[in-house]
């Protein structure tokens, strides 16, 4: 199931979901509206970019959930951004993940497109889980992004993914 406006809303009063930089204009009916703190482009973080066509940046956004072990956060595309040929796509946050949202944004068009902080850029879906699960995520040993506040790239992977990527 997933959660509606004032559900949201008595979480976050809770000191849940959303528990750094939540804004009560950015809730809308079935999901709350997540904005750019900054971008990273080459390993560095900057305010503001112009995404060439074909060309990704990852985002940090200004939000920081906190995933309850009985839900799952689940990052959409805004409809707006979507038609003009920005792709941005996200993981899904497991139950007891506790993250600020880092996203990819990718300009599918044949235009530039401006991105800037605090810019709308996704938005995240909230659904409830049938059970709590054995092993949520902040008690996994091999969590590689829990509790990421700064952009770690490939976590715990490095070693892994550095043979494959050349």
């Known amino acids: 199931m997933i959660l509606v406006d004032k559900n949201i809303k008595e979480l976050v009063e809770q000191g849940t979901l959303i528990v750094s930089n939540y804004k009560p204009e950015n809730l809308g009916c079935v999901s ?11 390993d560095k973080n900057i305010d503001e970019y112009t995404l060439k066509p074909k060309e990704f940046v990852m985002i940090k956004t200004n939000e920081e959930l906190k995933i309850p072990e009985n839900l799952v956060g689940k990052i959409g595309e805004k409809n707006s951004l979507l038609r003009s040929g920005l792709f941005v796509s996200g993981p899904v946050y497991q139950p007891g993940h506790q993250t600020y949202v880092f996203l990819r ?9 401006e991105l800037r902080k605090d810019f709308k850029i996704a938005q995240v879906f909230f659904e409830t889980l049938t059970e709590v699960p ?24 490095d070693n892994d993914y550095n043979k494959i990527i050349k």
Do not use: H, Q, R
């Open 134 to 157: 054995n092993e949520p995520y902040n008690k996994k040993e091999t969590a590689s992004f829990n509790n990421e506040k700064e952009y770690l790239k490939y976590g715990k992977y």
């Open 32 to 42: 709350y509206d997540l904005t750019v703190d900054n971008i990273i482009k080459d």
């Open 105 to 113: 944004a990718f300009n599918m068009s044949d235009k530039e497109i």
